[in-house]
């Protein structure tokens, strides 16, 4: 509910006042380049139908005029009258007070450590999944918030981790196939065929971009060991800003190196930092692999060793054990991970039993559309 709206700078903004005492402010360019009419947004699609360039640079809003559920705004010199819901211009506000934190995250995202998902391990079972959409939508947020989600019930056969990609949207194939065999194997490609243990990473930081999603599932685990364990990135860069800002900046602010050339007619390489922060300070990926870390070049002699100081803090805290979460995938289970986030890791196993997994990539945007349309669905339903 609005209470006033003062227009102000000679018509180049104007103030909303809210029954709650809040007050936000608005550019009249910004109102009127998002202007919901159907002559600047298509009414089917939704998009938009005009270039910044069909709007006068010069534009004011001249009159505003508060309805039950709108604001009414007229725009100069075009004579122009649109209607702005009040929810959205709440939803769309951009005037706020305080400064975001640099490493910030949405407050959707939900950091975790050992203590606080051990016992609750986000997960669903499959045929229920693929018939019920809200334990589907369950699913899909517990990826969203927690980066991470196991899932039951899968036949225990080969391809069927395709079957949990098939839920939300499409494989990311790679030079490693449509999926790859993750086994034991003698002069291996690539040292997760071995049964070594592996430390906490994320996959092919060395591709750009990185494959947003991973899923692992389990065809066979009769192995001593072989336990899966993961960690959440974005808890452990939290961890290290707030005891080691410094580092941090490092981590962020220079790029690293990564390289895979295991196999023939590939040298996939990618230059990006470690911890990865938007243009904003948003923190959006971290990169973590020792298997794949070339050279780095491009931080300046005189920061190395802070530098490296840093990345040897941040993998301390990344093997630290009240991180972890820990759990042994056994035959038709398969677990999702958000690559951009939550770091997986296998421990050692023995040679006798087998041990056979399949892993595939598939990209989070396609996750998250899917989840939204189902959540927009379930709003339009309730309505
Ligand atoms: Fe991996």
Redesign the pocket.
Known sequence: MLTHALIGDEGRTIELGWKDGTRTRFHAMWLRDNALDDKTRSAGNGQRLITILDIPAETRISGALIKASALEISFVPEQKTVRFPTAWLNANAYDRGEARQTGWTDVGIKRWTGATMQGSVPRADYATASRDRDVLRRWLSAVRAYGFAVMDGLPAESGALCKVSDLFGYIRETNYGRWFEVRAEVNPSNL?YTNLG?QA?T?NPYRDPVPTL?ILSCIENTVEGGESSVVDGFAVAAALRAENPEGFRLLSSWPARFEYAGSSGVRLQAKRPMIELGPDGELICIRFNNRSLAPTVDVPFADMDAYYAAYRRFAELIEDPSFEVTFKLEAGQAFIVDNTRVM?ARKAFSGTGKRWLQ?CYADKDGLLSTLAAIEHGFKEAAE
Request: proline share 0%.
């Open positions: 997760a592996l990473h996959d991973q997986h892993g």
